[in-house]
């Protein structure tokens, strides 16, 4: 007699099970997203129990014997990706590479790849997409050396781990994790049990043996990794690589690391010959008119380990038809109307009637609170059509209060923009310097009626 084989629905965006199918999902409010999956025996999964995701079982132990040797990073020749990475690749870890089509994902571990084996580390590329032609002729196009990457076209991964074990490469990519499939699941591949069971196979390959393995991963229609949420939990580092606004440029960003700083940034310009690294983000950004404009600010913020200039736009214009819009680009809509209302009550300078129009130049997405001052800065400057000079810029938190907050690395932003020829600076009182910076001269402020102050002064 045949047992009975059991299944489960599941949503294949952010892994929420239900005991039956659903139209929608309630956890992530996507439609359509919830399918039926067969689930494993249950030999498989005490099996899966006894090993884990992190490969075979250990011995308890003091903490205190825990031995705290660091392996040496492998370094993959290009500086902004071991800059995102922590360092450089860590042995036996495990990096989920996502982005849009078309973003560079393959040519940047293509080149990642060449650099390595350059350096007499063993590489091998698993190829389930595109065939070996496609990629010969891609790292011809790059001129990059082919003879120092292995190749394989497979998407079993059991297969792929047997050719492991004959080759032992020191770094492995994995293109796409999406088309791979194991025995242990009987779904289609690209599936959620297919994608969850294949990671955590090649997972815990990649802990028992020492190897480095990367995976590329689809994305969403919103630009987030497609797959079962357990997805990002399997790996160490998870990193996005996006276009900005100029598609000739892409940000690498660090979504969770085990082995170094979530939110590091990565930047990189696409030519005919592939990524090549870009030493100075702020000049990237910061490609201003000659004559400048009111509603134009330049900011600094903190992205990782390193400061970044920015351009901030603000544009305040009569109400045309009915209630006046508030749209930015960059900026958190909600952080924007708060700031807007703090002015009102604070600054005396009230715009509810007027349409108000924010945005990050270069399509950097602003998450930290230090831009609060010069957003304000940049709406009051088209408000009152001031014109705001290009060597001057603002960073504070800005409280419901009406107070300038401190911000972290104070200084060392500072120091950043005195290097890229600014002269001005109007930052919170907190974060004034002891020691005069060269060049530079500074306006601590404690409140937005200071800073409005300080504003004519310009």
Not at 182 to 193: F, L, M, N, R, W
Not at 437 to 452: C, H, M, N, Q, R
């Amino acid at each position: 007699m045949s047992k009975k084989i059991k299944t489960a629905f599941v949503c294949d965006q952010c892994g929420a099970d239900y005991p039956r199918w659903n139209g929608q999902c309630t956890a992530c409010g996507e439609w359509n997203t919830i399918k039926e999956v067969r689930l494993t025996s249950a030999a498989s999964e005490r099996q899966s129990r006894a090993t884990g995701y992190a490969g075979s079982q250990s011995k308890v132990q003091l903490l205190s014997d825990v031995n705290l040797s660091q392996a040496e990073r492998i370094c993959s020749g290009l500086s902004e990706f071991d800059r995102v990475l922590g360092g450089g690749i860590v042995q036996g870890s495990v990096v989920l590479i996502g982005g849009a089509p078309g973003a560079g994902k393959s040519t940047l571990l293509l080149q990642a790849l060449a650099n390595i084996g350059e350096r007499g580390n063993k590489v091998l590329y698993v190829s389930g997409e595109e065939s070996l032609q496609q990629i010969a002729e891609r790292a011809h196009r790059l001129k990059l050396p082919a003879d120092k990457i292995m190749m394989l076209a497979e998407t079993s991964v059991q297969r792929i781990c047997d050719v492991l074990d004959e080759i032992q490469p020191h770094v492995l990519v994995i293109d796409s994790i999406q088309v791979m499939h194991t025995q242990d699941a009987d779904s289609a591949p690209g599936s959620v049990s297919q994608v969850r069971e294949s990671a955590s196979y090649l997972t815990q390959y990649a802990k028992k043996n020492q190897v480095s393995i990367f995976m590329v991963g689809h994305v969403t229609k919103d630009q987030s990794l497609a797959g079962p949420m357990t997805l990002s939990h399997i790996v160490d580092t998870q990193v996005i690589l996006a276009s900005t606004d100029d598609a000739r440029f892409r940000v690498l960003r660090a979504d969770k690391n085990r082995f170094g700083s979530v939110g590091e940034l990565g930047f990189f310009a696409m030519d005919s010959s592939g990524l090549k690294e870009v030493k100075n983000p702020s000049a990237m950004f910061l490609n201003r008119a000659e004559k400048p404009s009111s509603g134009s600010v330049v900011t600094v913020l903190w992205e990782g380990t390193r400061p970044l200039l920015v351009e901030i736009q603000a544009l305040v214009t009569e109400c045309q038809y009915g209630n006046p819009r508030r749209l930015a680009v960059g900026i958190d809509q909600n952080r924007l109307a708060m700031l807007l209302a703090v002015l009102a009550k604070h600054g005396g300078i009230f715009t509810a009637a007027d349409e108000i129009y924010a945005n990050v130049v270069g399509g950097i997405k602003i998450t930290e609170t230090s831009s609060d001052l010069a957003i304000l800065i940049a709406v009051v400057s088209s408000f009152r059509n001031k014109i705001i000079p290009h060597d001057a810029f603002f960073f504070g938190e800005v409280g419901l209060n009406g107070e300038i907050r401190p911000v972290a690395n104070g200084h060392a932003r500072l120091n950043d923009a005195a290097k890229h020829g600014f002269k001005s600076a109007v930052i919170p009182k907190a974060n004034a310097p002891k020691k005069a910076v060269d060049g530079l001269k500074i306006y601590p402020v404690a409140t937005i009626s200071e800073a409005l102050d300080r504003l004519a002064e310009f």
